[in-house]
């Protein structure tokens, strides 16, 4: 039998033990177990889901007149080269493309296309420039609210992407496309693509900046995509000669159509 003495170094041992395995489990999981992110959020996206950034980039114009801002940006597709035109936040429509590997490359793409009468003056848009990057500091909440605000911006705007595409569903991806690329990430092409590159979401559990998407007309093809911006809303190009607007995922029609949503964040 243990002395009183005894038995409480005995207690303390125990405690002491219980209190290094607490550790010990805390540490598992912070550094290798469960996915760790703040309260209530989902765990990480697989690997397989999450986006490649965009390189170095090309940044043209600064049109008052956003027809000027379209027409340069076909002159760019009729090269061969996929570019975005977008509202910029100094209230001027300017024109970006590219994905280049470095600035060198980078330069000289915009070299030649200016040497071609293309495109005159340029800026090269780094990869820390991006919403992609800046998230490693400021969390995951900045770059989806960065995606919904530029999907904010085109709100009003008519919607011109990929208007000869003959891939139905091409149409609208074209906003999804652009609000992505301009925080840094190189979603796939088409709404079907998309929908199959990202990761499955349940209903209530969408976030800002995820893909929602519809089968329009009613089935199970993809062919409708849009973006989340949060309270059940979603940022959307509706088709040809129909203005970019905001529409809720419990209106009848979409809610009908609604087949699921995809995060890549």
């Not at 550790?23 to 992110?37: N, P």
Request: glycine share 10%; with cysteine; charged share 20%.
């Amino acid at each position: 039998m243990f002395s009183d003495a005894g038995k409480s170094i005995v207690r303390k041992l125990r405690l002491n033990h219980i209190f290094l395995a607490l550790l010990l489990l805390l540490f598992i999981e912070g550094c290798g177990g469960k996915a760790v992110d703040h309260p209530g959020s989902r765990l990480a996206v697989p690997e397989k889901s999450r986006l490649a950034h965009i390189g170095y980039s090309i940044q043209v114009g600064a049109f008052a007149n956003l027809n000027n801002a379209v027409q340069l940006y076909e002159s760019l597709e009729n090269q061969g080269v996929n570019a975005y035109y977008f509202l910029h936040a100094a209230g001027f429509y300017k024109v970006r493309f590219g994905n280049f590997a470095s600035k060198e490359i980078a330069r000289g793409k915009a070299e030649h296309l200016r040497a071609a009468r293309i495109i005159d003056e340029y800026y090269i848009v780094s990869p820390d420039d991006y919403a992609a990057l800046k998230k490693i500091n400021s969390g995951r909440r900045h770059l989806r609210d960065g995606i919904v605000k530029t999907a904010e911006k085109f709100i009003g705007l008519p919607y011109r992407w990929g208007g000869s595409s003959s891939d139905y569903g091409f149409d609208c991806s074209g906003l999804s496309m652009a609000a992505y690329y301009l925080n840094g990430l190189n979603l796939p092409r088409s709404s079907k693509d998309q929908y199959r590159a990202g990761a499955p979401v349940k209903r209530d559990q969408i976030q800002k900046g995820d893909l929602v998407f519809f089968a329009i007309p009613t089935g199970r093809e993809i062919s409708h995509v849009g973006i989340y911006a949060g309270n059940g809303a979603f940022i959307h190009a509706p088709g040809k000669g129909k203005i970019i607007r905001i529409d809720s995922l419990s209106n009848r029609y979409f809610k009908r159509r609604y087949v699921g949503a995809r995060t890549y964040l």
